[in-house]
């Protein structure tokens, strides 16, 4: 992109302005802390890999920064936003300071753990698009996997996220901070740390590091492959009952879910901890466990 068809990003004395402007202040209970650099704006759609052939939902796009460096690129948009005056506010400060870019946006007012394809259709047609945020910190790891859930053609994602949540989102078996959100994303693709960020980037600053996440959604040949016949609800009940006592061996967590044939047949030594499976190992355990009779698992419960 040539020099001249950069938009100016927003810094310190433009997201102060706008914010008074518009009478928004942030709050916590939106876990609102809004980007003031360029400079990192810029490199978060780097990594993303963003380019003028992308369709970006943006989640939490708050005064604007992250979304005119998404802009800047040429890509076209959507950006959901649950705080109703910042929503109101994005479309003016998007024609201020890129009024070329307008057509190639649009926001909604909506939380985002609400979001379908029914109510935002604006990707229904897409084969593939990218999710672009600086998500909040409270509600990170729930909103990824509801969109990866929901939108099967969600293809990657980057995220700015609390340190801590990022390091747990790329985690790996054995890992201590390895728990439920680490096998779960996994079950949709491979997520991996790209870079840390600095607290001085943002306004106001938070009490805590941030780190950039990049995630690839699996082929449908690598989904069938790690699935094997399981589904994703019985898999991801056995997650939620393996990290739910995770000091507990399987045999113990799981004596409700699994019998002793089940994890015979997965290969699967019972006297193992949650924490040292790999999500291939839960679907297997849970493939076995969905082919046996009814009368064995009624007996379970």
């Given amino acids: 992109m ?25 709050t916590k209970k939106f876990g609102q802390n809004f980007v003031i650099d360029p400079g990192t704006v810029r490199r978060i759609v780097r990594e993303a890999d963003v380019t003028a052939d992308t369709h970006v939902m ?7 920064s992250l979304t005119l460096a998404i802009l800047e690129t040429g890509a076209t948009m959507t950006a959901i936003e649950i705080d109703p005056p910042v929503a109101e506010r994005l479309p003016r400060t998007i024609a201020e300071f890129m009024p070329d870019a307008t057509d190639r946006f649009t926001v909604i007012n909506r939380d985002a753990l609400t979001v379908t394809p029914e109510n935002v ?6 084969q593939s698009f990218t ?10 790891t729930p909103i990824i996997l509801t969109l990866l859930e929901r939108f099967t053609n969600l293809g990657s994602f980057l995220v700015m996220v609390q340190k801590e949540v990022a390091d747990r989102l790329a985690a790996t078996p054995g890992n201590k901070i390895y728990g439920t959100p680490s096998v779960k994303l996994a079950w949709y693709g491979t997520a991996r740390r790209v870079g840390n960020i600095g607290r001085n980037v943002f306004w106001p600053a938070p009490n805590v590091d941030s ?13 069938a492959a790690l699935a094997g016949g399981a589904d994703r609800e019985t898999t991801f009940r056995l997650i939620d009952a393996a990290f739910g006592q995770r000091r507990k061996t399987l045999h113990a967590a799981l004596k409700h879910e699994v019998s002793d044939d089940a994890f015979a047949r997965a290969g699967i030594d019972p006297t ?20 046996e009779p009814e009368a064995d698992a009624e007996a379970r419960a």
């Fill in 2 to 26: 040539d020099a001249d068809q950069h938009g100016h990003l927003l810094g310190a004395a433009d997201i102060r302005r706008i914010a008074a402007d518009a009478g928004i202040s942030p």
């Fill in 58 to 64: 943006e989640v939490g796009p708050g005064l604007g």
């Fill in 121 to 126: 259709p604006d990707f229904n047609n897409d």
């Fill in 131 to 140: 999710l672009v945020a600086n998500l909040p910190y409270n509600v990170a």
């Fill in 211 to 223: 780190a950039l996440v990049r995630f690839d959604r699996h082929t449908s040949e690598e989904q």
């Fill in 272 to 291: 193992r901890r949650g924490e040292t499976l790999t999500i291939a190992d839960f679907a297997r355990l849970a493939a076995e466990t969905d082919a």
